[in-house]
């Protein structure tokens, strides 16, 4: 078993394929319509045949009142592995992300948590 796809939910797939390819350097896999949404993923440019995040719209009913409350109590909806968070939250606020947290030492970690500009927290993490 191995996880194939994962997914956020963003509210407006337009801005939030611009963040995650211009932004975050992933790129687009599937761009397929869908009725008035798509069916839009991202990869890694450093395994395109790996895992990929599904720009989910965030149109359900249930969506905005859980999003809302991870973004109001400060939790990640996910998390991307780099190689050096400290680097990667320099480049990215060069780039004019706004993070919620700079990069912290947490034991065995440096985490950092920045807002993608389309209703998550997404955390970054790399080994110390």
Not at 42 to 52: A, I, K, L, Q, Y
Request: charged share 20%; hydrophobic share 40%; glycine share 6%.
């Amino acid at each position: 078993m191995r996880i194939q796809m994962a997914s956020v939910f963003v509210d407006d797939q337009a801005k939030a394929q611009q963040f995650y390819t211009e932004v975050l350097g992933f790129t687009t896999k599937h761009d397929i319509p869908l009725g008035d949404d798509r069916w839009l993923t991202v990869v890694s440019p450093e395994n395109p045949d790996g895992t990929e995040l599904l720009l989910e719209p965030s149109g359900h009913p249930a969506v905005k009142p859980f999003t809302e409350a991870l973004v109001a109590d400060g939790i990640p909806f996910t998390q991307f592995t780099v190689d050096d968070v400290a680097a990667e939250y320099d480049r990215m606020l060069a780039l004019g992300v706004r993070f919620t947290q700079s990069p912290t030492e947490m034991g065995p970690v440096t985490t950092a948590v920045f807002d993608d500009t389309c209703g998550n927290l997404i955390q970054l993490v790399s080994p110390v």
